[in-house]
T-cell receptor, first 115, second 114 residues
Framework: NAGVTQTPKFQVLKTGQSMTLQCAQD?????MYWYRQDPGMGLRLIYY???????DKGEVPNGYNVSRLNKREFSLRLESAAPSQTSVYFC??????????????FGPGTRLTVT | AQSVAQPEDQVNVAEGNPLTVKCTYS??????LFWYVQYPNRGLQFLLK??????LVKGSYGFEAEFNKSQTSFHLKKPSALVSDSALYFC????????????FGGGTRLMVKP
């Protein structure tokens, strides 16, 4: 039982390049999330997927797209990377997004640098 | 809108002493409150949560948190700190009717010295 896994762990991009961050969970959770973490700002929600087949914007969605490929996998795509997207990206999952008793489980993160 | 404030960037405490990491929140209606811990180069790990009921919540690794509605606070506490407790701690809040939006504070770095 690996929990939430993310690939890659590290990535360096040049401005304008694109890439996709992958996330998978093996806990049979319905809901998945993408956050970015910046120093002193905590985690901010980019996008989330309440259930397979649905996605919604979070607090900071601009410059990103997501795909809920199936119940296990939720990817985050940067179409044209910008230096402002330099951050650590975390994927998370929870049994349900509406059940308040269900805490979120986080992956190890992807450290992205855009030059 | 909901928000969380962690007023201290860093808390220093000696091993064996009690520790407190402060958190205040702003939300419409009843809050659901969470504490997470992050060790270096790792994802966040859930520590404890307040949903309803007893104002004193007990969580993992000997941590507890006290919900105070009148002061809109949810401070994290531990009676006796360990060096291994040194990490980054995040408070988070979710309003009863906020759907999926979990709002995090900026984090507090806890340093426990031997």
């Amino acid at each position: 039982n690996a929990g939430v896994t993310q690939t890659p762990k590290f990535q360096v991009l040049k401005t304008g390049q694109s890439m996709t961050l992958q996330c998978a969970q093996d806990m049979n959770h319905n809901s998945m999330y993408w956050y970015r973490q910046d120093p002193g700002m905590g985690l901010r929600l980019i996008y989330y997927s309440a259930s397979e087949g649905t996605t919604d914007k979070g607090e900071v969605p601009n410059g990103y797209n997501v795909s809920r490929l199936n119940k296990r996998e939720f990817s985050l795509r940067l179409e044209s990377a910008a230096p402002s997207q330099t951050s650590v990206y975390f994927c998370a999952s929870s049994q349900s997004s509406t059940g308040v008793f269900y805490e979120q489980y986080f992956g190890p993160g992807t450290r992205l640098t855009v030059t | 809108a909901q928000s969380v404030a962690q007023p201290e960037d860093q808390v220093n405490v000696a091993e064996g002493n009690p520790l407190t990491v402060k958190c205040t929140y702003s939300v419409s209606g009843n809050p659901y409150l969470f504490w997470y811990v992050q060790y270096p180069n790792r994802g966040l790990q859930f520590l404890l949560k307040y949903i309803t009921g007893d104002n004193l919540v007990k969580g993992s690794y000997g941590f507890e948190a006290e919900f105070n509605k009148s002061q809109t606070s949810f401070h994290l506490k531990k009676p006796s700190a360990l060096v291994s407790d040194s990490a980054l701690y995040f408070c988070a809040v979710r309003a009863f009717n906020a759907g999926n939006m979990l709002t995090f504070g900026g984090g507090t770095r806890l340093m426990v010295k031997p």
